[in-house]
């Protein structure tokens, strides 16, 4: 043997050698890393079920089984349910078969969804601290960027503090902002004769007042056909972002109670608040329909820090029951607000007259279409002026509206639906102008 080779013989076991030492290092460095988390990991397990005790925690009552690895089996009947525009009616199956809070492990992740109104309190008001918007920011940005819908914290809280003003200060102003857009609105109707689907109408009617509001210049979807664009994309871009948010009309029925509208307004356009106090049924059709069908069905908030859900453990479910910190908390105030237990054998049934009289004064949390809590609608009496103010008008306008001969009944749920992230009717709503 050479020297030269001996030298490279040498040279290459020393290359080996300091491989092998490279890679044990890694190796030692990964599994250290994976033990320190392993031990992070457990030891957090166990104050967090420590801390569970101490709260009174049970295990969840009811927890959705699955048939397929990772729950793809619920997955693909969600999609389905979903193409169809039947997606909440699933739902609503999924809790009458299990019960009011349910554990879901999907796609590996564990999580909650509750129509228990305890629950939603907690989420929303006395454990608000605990929870927040999760990756709401990111699935959102691009449809409507940074700002109050998407924020948490002190940036939400700023973000709140800067609108809060501008609705206060807008409580004590006339509805006078609201009648170039309703006219506009009465305009359309009127240049479409026979049966019309109020539905996009009054869609656009909110778009055009909010912009307005919000911008200072409308987007006047009724003149325009840029406006009409833009009213129609922003209806896609809703969709588009509900799907990415799940990856991670008001079904309007007015039943009218003799002629409120007209006895009150008569031929007079320049409507009020004075006027619109004075139309009591009005203001509980409105009540029902967001009760049957409110604008913002389902919505979720995720655990900040562990923390204790004050129903859904033990046997019967009644017992607190722990959430870990990352866990997803999905409500559905469309489900809760159709319990039988809280509304009623009729719960099912449009009857605005169930909120007169004191048969639901113990309501509280169990109604909830604008939130409830720190995060509450800003804009809750803006929606119910302009939604009184547009209809008052319609009705004013065209005294005989009804349903168009032939037009399909279905069962109050039964219809199918447009679910973005709101909740329209997928067929619209279709009446008789005449
Ligand atoms: C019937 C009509 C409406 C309903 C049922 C409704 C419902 C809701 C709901 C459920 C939320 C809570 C969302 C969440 O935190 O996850 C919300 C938040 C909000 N709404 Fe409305 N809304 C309506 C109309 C409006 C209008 C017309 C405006 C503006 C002009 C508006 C402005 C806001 C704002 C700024 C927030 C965010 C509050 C915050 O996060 O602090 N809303 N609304």
New binding site residues.
């Given amino acids: 043997m050479s020297v030269n080779s001996l030298g490279e013989q040498g040279e290459s076991t020393y290359k080996l050698t300091k491989i092998t030492s490279l890679w044990l290092l890694i190796i030692f460095i990964f599994c250290s890393a994976w033990a320190h988390r392993y031990t992070i990991k457990t030891t957090k397990y166990r104050a967090d079920i420590e801390f569970g005790k101490r709260n009174g925690c049970r295990p969840p009552a009811f927890v959705l089984s699955y048939k397929w690895p990772f729950g793809l089996d619920v997955v693909r009947r969600g999609f389905k349910a979903g193409r169809q525009g039947k997606l909440l009616a699933l739902f609503g199956w999924y809790f009458g078969q299990l019960g009011p809070t349910v554990e879901l492990t999907i796609l590996g992740g564990t999580g909650f969804a509750t129509m228990d109104p305890e629950n939603v309190e907690t989420l929303l008001s006395t454990g608000f601290d605990d929870f927040h918007?999760g990756r709401r920011n990111s699935a959102m940005k691009a449809m409507i960027g940074d700002g109050?819908?998407t924020q948490d914290g002190p940036a939400?809280k700023h973000?709140?503090e800067l609108?809060r003003r501008n609705?206060v200060r807008m409580q004590y102003q006339n509805l006078e902002g609201f009648r170039e857009h309703t006219e506009n609105m009465i305009k359309a109707l009127q240049d479409s004769a026979g049966i019309v689907d109020l539905q996009p109408f009054f869609y656009r009617l909110?778009l055009d007042?909010?912009i307005a509001?919000?911008l200072g210049q409308s987007v006047e979807s009724f003149r325009h056909e840029l406006g009409d664009l833009f009213s129609r994309s922003f209806d896609r871009a809703s969709s588009v972002t509900a799907q990415r948010l799940r990856l991670g009309d008001?079904y309007w029925a007015y039943v009218p109670k003799g002629c409120e509208v007209t006895s009150v307004l008569g031929d007079d356009k320049d409507i009020t608040r004075a006027h619109i106090q004075r139309m009591p049924y009005l203001h509980i059709v409105l009540k029902e329909t967001?009760r049957l069908y409110?604008?913002?069905p389902l919505?979720t908030r995720f655990c900040k820090h562990v923390t204790v859900l004050p129903r859904g453990g033990g046997p019967d479910g009644l017992s607190p029951m722990l959430v870990r910190e990352g866990m997803p908390v999905a409500y559905s105030?469309y489900h809760m607000q159709r319990r039988e237990d809280l509304y009623g054998p009729d719960a099912a049934s449009f009857r605005p007259e169930r909120w007169e009289g004191s048969e639901l004064v113990d309501i509280k949390w169990a109604y909830?279409?604008?939130?409830g809590g720190?995060?509450?609608?800003?804009?809750?009496d803006?929606?119910?002026m302009?939604?009184s103010y547009g209809i008052a008008r319609v009705i004013q306008t065209f005294p005989n509206l009804k349903l168009p001969p032939g037009e399909k009944w279905e069962d109050l749920g039964a219809e199918r639906q447009h679910l973005t992230i709101v909740l329209s009717n997928a067929d619209g709503c279709k009446v008789l102008l005449e």
């Fill in positions: 918007l109050i819908f939400w973000s709140r609108l609705f909110t007042t909010t509001m919000i008001v967001l409110p604008p913002v919505n105030v909830l279409p604008f939130n720190p995060r509450m609608c800003l804009g809750k803006f929606g119910l302009l939604a």
